[in-house]
């Protein structure tokens, strides 16, 4: 019998687990990741750079519900990853990053065998939950099992597992494929008692979503509907609740309208939320005080007591968690209930906002109502900063970006192309900055490439604007940050894209339509001067 190489193996197990994309950048040292690869059911998706297939693997991930698989090399391969592991990290997404390694004994020699680090392991121990050396065979199942486990039953973030060449290449016959998942945690039935008790007898719940909710989004709904609880929704949990739900609360908590909302409350109930500062304290301006009578739903335990502290910890996957509240006795429904302090909130939070936000904001709102079932996903720039603040998503997953967490520029385009390859049926809308674009110039290849429906809006205010306008209040003189930007148009046409410039919404609004007909790729460019 032909022996099986462990590079093989490994894509039957990733196949078995039902990973259908792989993101990756071949070379000579990963060359055995790739034996199985071609004709297989996993498509793979090449980057033109291993932090931009980093991001796309995250929008992938964040759209689909599965992990993001990025293939890389040895040494480069991996330090270009790490910045899009640091920001999956910081935003709990799934991505499993299998990268080659030099073969046992040469790696970290210091002899200067190609692409050797001194600690391969070590360096993406940082950005990783977990990471892997694996120095035999036998020991990939159970790496494999391991990541797969993390990624059901713990807060997913990266996780990593480097394979030596030697090893990739050696027998891997007969090894058994990695065990099945353990299923998704709930809280203990005393835990969730006191906390239906609590519920029962509020008399203005709230309810925090953040990004752990978004695969509960049904759930959710009923429970708040029930007990008339405004929802307040972070930047990864919008559209949870759709716009125009009297209970929507589509608005940041670190504007003090929605902040009142919450410190009015009696009892609030955070799910899947870091109550982090990016999050309720955007601009770091007050810390977020500890929300009243705290019920707290988080798959991962340390997590539980992180930036407030709950009266009633729940440790549990948020659906589950949910159903296992919404089987128990909250008392009889309250319709209507909520929905006045719900929508005042929002309108305050709105009017909070500068003049030039709202106007963005309404901006937004166009995009979203041209294009109802697109996926909006940005980057660090000024339409975005101003989203985050106020904008109502119109489904769950619709609207994510890099101006939150660990705010990378340069994430929007590749994840945007990701997240397209997770839903092919629903158009993507990119919202980068001119500054920020350029970060990532050479991923523009890939939506055509791989036959994507996106539509890449540039909001183009010739240079680091945000940085310019915070070196003025800073009373520092502008430096560095007039960066110039590239002839967009011309760009466009290089890679056969539509171009068209925008400069007034009903402009924006014919363009996005006309994309919205067929299955394209287009670059719109706003010429952010004229909406001042
Ligand atoms: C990798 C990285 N480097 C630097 C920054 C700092 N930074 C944040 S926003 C920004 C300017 C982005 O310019 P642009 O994309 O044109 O957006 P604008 O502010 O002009 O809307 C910079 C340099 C960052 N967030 N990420
Ligand atoms: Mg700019």
Not at 417 to 424: D, H, I, R, W, Y
Request: with cysteine; glycine share 12%; net charge neutral.
């Amino acid at each position: 019998m032909a022996m099986k190489k462990l590079g093989l193996y490994l894509i039957e197990a990733l196949a078995d687990r039902g990973v259908s994309h792989v993101f990756g950048i071949p070379g000579v040292h990963n060359l055995e990741l790739y034996r199985g690869l071609a004709g297989g059911p996993i498509r793979h998706i090449t980057g033109r750079h291993e932090q931009g297939l980093g991001f796309m693997a995250d929008g992938y991930a964040r759209l689909s519900g599965r992990p993001g698989v990025c293939f890389t090399i040895t040494g480069p391969g991996l330090t270009n990853i790490t910045t899009a592991m640091g920001q999956a990290y910081g935003d709990s997404i799934p991505l499993l990053v299998i990268s080659s390694r030099n073969r046992r004994g040469e790696a970290g020699s210091g002899r200067g065998f190609l692409h050797e680090l001194p600690d391969q392991r070590a360096l993406a121990s940082q950005v990783a939950a977990a990471s892997d050396s694996i120095e035999e065979p036998g020991q990939l199942p159970e790496a494999l099992g391991r990541a797969f486990a993390m990624f059901s039953s713990a807060r997913p973030r990266p996780v990593y597992i480097e394979i030596p060449l030697d090893v990739l290449a050696a027998d891997a016959t007969g090894l058994a494929l990695p065990a099945p998942s353990p299923a998704a945690p709930v809280p203990p039935a005393t835990a969730l008692d006191a906390a239906a008790d609590r519920l029962r007898s509020a008399k203005r719940p709230v309810v925090l979503a953040g990004g752990g909710g978004l695969r509960a989004a049904g759930e959710l709904r009923r429970l708040a509907e029930h007990l008339g609880a405004p929802v307040v929704m972070t930047t990864n949990a919008r559209g949870i609740l759709p716009p125009g739900h009297p209970l929507a609360v589509p608005r940041s908590p670190s504007l003090e309208p929605v902040r009142a909302l919450i410190a009015a409350a009696d009892s609030v109930l955070a799910v899947g939320t870091e109550l982090g500062p990016t999050d309720y304290d955007m601009y770091g301006v007050s810390e977020f005080p500890n929300p009243p009578g705290l019920m707290r739903i988080d798959i991962e335990a340390a997590q539980l007591t992180r930036s407030a502290r709950p009266v009633i910890p729940l440790c549990g996957e948020a659906g589950a968690t949910l159903r296992a509240l919404l089987a128990r006795d909250l008392g009889a429904a309250r319709p209507g209930a909520g929905e006045a302090t719900a929508a005042a909130a929002c309108e305050r939070a709105l009017a909070a906002l500068s003049p030039a936000m709202r106007r963005q904001v309404t901006l937004l709102d166009l995009i979203r109502d041209a294009l109802p079932s697109a996926v909006l996903v940005g980057d660090s720039t000024q339409l975005v900063y101003a989203g985050n603040l106020g904008f109502a998503a119109a489904s769950p997953g619709s609207w994510f970006n890099s101006a939150t967490g660990y705010g990378t520029l340069g994430y929007a385009l590749p994840a945007a192309t990701g997240a397209g390859l997770a839903v092919p049926d629903r158009p993507v809308v990119c919202l980068v900055g001119d500054g920020g674009l350029q970060f990532s110039l050479g991923e523009l290849a890939v939506p055509g490439e791989v036959d994507g429906w996106t539509a890449i809006v540039v909001w183009n205010n010739r240079g680091f604007g945000e940085i310019k306008t915070a070196m003025i209040a800073a009373g520092i003189a502008p430096e560095g940050v007039d960066v110039r930007p590239p002839e967009f148009a011309h760009l466009a046409r290089a890679y056969g894209y539509g171009h068209r410039m925008i400069e007034d919404p009903a402009a924006l609004e014919r363009a996005l339509k006309e994309f919205g007909r067929r299955r394209q790729v287009v670059l719109l460019e706003i010429r952010a001067e004229a909406f001042e």
